[in-house]
């Protein structure tokens, strides 16, 4: 089986609604963890907590650092009300927004929208532009930065399936300003930096540790080696072309520090835990071994101080699916995904798709919890 060959159903499976969760465990490492032996085909019910029982210290841990900004937008046009909805995506080379808008064609190009909510010492207003007659693109009026617009008026870009699941289980939407704030705090792992390079949605993998977690794991000898990932909306585009070789991937930035690439190239890859999905679709993206050129680059920016520095940055547009050859890739803490997803098909092709639906079926009858905000599943060699 190979992506030639994996059509949209082969990525399908029932899901009881019950199991979305709306909320992350609290604390986020009280969590519950499936282990997956590969080699055994043996399952263990843990939390995140044990998973200190379970590092190599000849390997390491290997997070995705990307922050996740209040990039989503409620709106409504100045002159008639007319409201929506929308994301910001991605910066453009000069200098605005690239955006996504629900029902984008009751607009056009000039509108100008007032973002809500507003807070009382600053009044947010976008100005809508259409390019290539099909992306739309936003300037931010009276010299907002980007940054000081979402903290202003922006909202959590929590996945939609978390915004319905609340609704239909009448939670609270977040109608108010301070509702969001907790949004803010749980839908973002605690190693997030910000960057230039910020997220409309999480590396949720990365949502279960805590700082007291991540000290534990330092001191049984495993260093944590940050990379980044802008993870953009195409992450949740279901799979909906005939065969996952003609789904259109997404393409997502990367970059890797100098200090990240000299780490990367001392660690055992089989030794070491890739946290995510993000984090597996960055390093595969890399040659094994990593280019000399860069690596030589990153120990001169190494020695010279300068670690934080990046030296590899490159977008990567790669679709892991069933009969990929992993180069990095031998253990992976991941949560449980959504059918009909590419991010699904990475899982399947490191631990086979019809094992993946039987541990996911056996997932729902244990209770664990789905999606984003859900429990974690831990594979091992």
Known sequence: MNASTVTPDDLDYALDPACIAT?????????????????????????????????????????????????????????????????????????????????????????????????????????????????????????LTATAAWNAAGWTPLPPYILAARQQRGESLAAAGDTDDADRREYQTVYARGSDLPSCAAPTAGLHFTTDLLQKIAAQGVATIRTELQVGPGTFRPVDAPTLETHPMHSERCRVSAAAMCALAHCDPA????????????????????????????????????????????????????????????RLLTNFHLPRSTLLALVGALIGLDRLKRVYALAQREGYRFYSFGDAMLILP
């Open 23 to 143: 909320h992350p465990a609290e604390p986020r490492d009280s969590a519950r963890m499936m282990v997956l032996h590969r080699a055994a085909d043996r399952v263990e019910h843990r939390s995140i907590r044990d998973i200190v029982g379970y590092l190599d210290a000849a390997g390491a841990l290997i997070v995705n650092e990307t922050r996740v900004e209040a990039m989503r937008f409620l709106a409504a046009r100045d002159g008639d009300g007319r409201t929506c909805e929308g994301l910001f995506v991605d910066p453009t080379s000069d200098g605005l927004w690239r955006v996504m808008i629900r029902g984008a064609k009751h607009f056009a190009s000039g509108d100008v929208l007032r973002l809500t909510p507003p807070t009382d010492e600053i009044e947010v207003r976008v100005r809508l532009e259409r390019r290539d007659g099909v992306h739309w693109v936003v300037s931010i009026c009276g010299g």
């Open 271 to 330: 030794a070491s835990l890739v946290v995510g999905t993000t984090s597996v679709r960055l390093l595969e993206s890399l040659s094994r071994p990593l280019p000399i050129d860069a690596l030589e680059r990153a120990r001169q920016l190494v020695a010279s101080g300068q670690g934080d520095q990046p030296a590899l940055a490159f977008a990567t547009d790669m679709l892991i699916a069933p009969g990929f050859e992993f180069r990095w890739t031998n």
